[in-house]
């Protein structure tokens, strides 16, 4: 049980916005920078939001990241059949002491 | 071009110790902080730790379920990077990566694989 709440899946269709939230609290998301990647089966994880909103050099600018308060969100838009991957959120926790990573958000495209 | 290998993985009795290194090249090895990630077979991703470059303390920095008994040490002569797991459950299964930022984009290794079982 992650202190980082994802939800477990989300699903769209080819062409279509999603968003995925990553809900913390006041010693995590509140007060720390939030950091997005990507991974496919059998892969590493890839990072594809830095420090909330920023994207690597690479990443398409389909993705975009958002924070606000002890919340932040993963949007991709014009969805690809390439997306369908897993998505998690990091954020340093000051209450635990180290970084945390969200349970993770198996995204389906339809 | 930028490279992490781990490696020492293997099958492990509980109770026991194993130590992981993470061979790097292709960037200044001395500056980098470098962070443990694992990921136990079909769950998500779990941050370990990170230790930092000597210069900036060389500190390191772990997660609860292995501090007291995990331990990040570097060489950076040998740009090699250490991880003692001592005192190992079977909740510390899983494929561990190491991973670094080097100007602003992030290197991941292709994991190892440590099986705690009797």
């Known amino acids: 049980q992650s202190v980082l709440t994802q939800p477990p899946s989300a699903s769209g269709t080819p062409g279509q916005r999603i968003t995925i939230s990553c809900s913390g609290g006041?010693?995590?998301?509140?007060?720390?920078?939030v950091y997005w990647y990507q991974q496919f089966p059998g892969a590493a994880p890839k990072l594809i939001i830095y420090r909330n909103d920023q994207r690597p050099s690479g990443v398409p600018d389909r993705f975009s990241g958002s924070k606000s308060g002890t919340s932040a969100s993963l949007a991709i838009s014009g969805l690809r059949s390439e997306d369908e991957a897993d998505y998690y959120c990091?954020?340093?926790?000051?209450?635990?002491?180290?970084?945390?990573f969200g349970g993770g958000t198996k995204l389906t495209v339809l | 071009e930028v490279q992490l290998v781990e490696s020492g993985g293997g099958l492990v009795k509980p109770g026991e110790s194993r130590r992981l290194s993470c061979a790097a090249s292709?960037?200044?090895?001395?500056?980098?902080?470098l962070t443990w990630v694992r990921q136990a077979p079909g769950k998500g991703l779990e941050w370990v730790g990170r230790?930092?470059?000597?210069?900036?303390?060389?500190?390191?920095d772990y997660a609860a379920p292995v501090r007291g008994r995990f331990a990040f040490s570097r060489d950076d002569s040998q740009k090699t990077l250490y991880l003692q797991m001592n005192s190992l459950t079977v909740e510390d299964t899983g494929i561990y990566f190491c991973?670094?930022?080097?100007?602003?984009?992030?290197?991941w290794g292709q994991g190892t694989l440590v099986t705690v079982s009797s």
């Open positions: 006041s010693s995590n998301i509140g007060s720390h920078n």
């Open positions: 991973t670094t930022a080097v100007s602003g984009a992030d290197y």
């Open positions: 990091l954020a340093w926790d000051d209450t635990l002491g180290g970084r945390v």
């Open positions: 230790i930092k470059s000597k210069a900036d303390g060389g500190t390191a």
């Open positions: 292709g960037f200044t090895f001395s500056n980098a902080w």
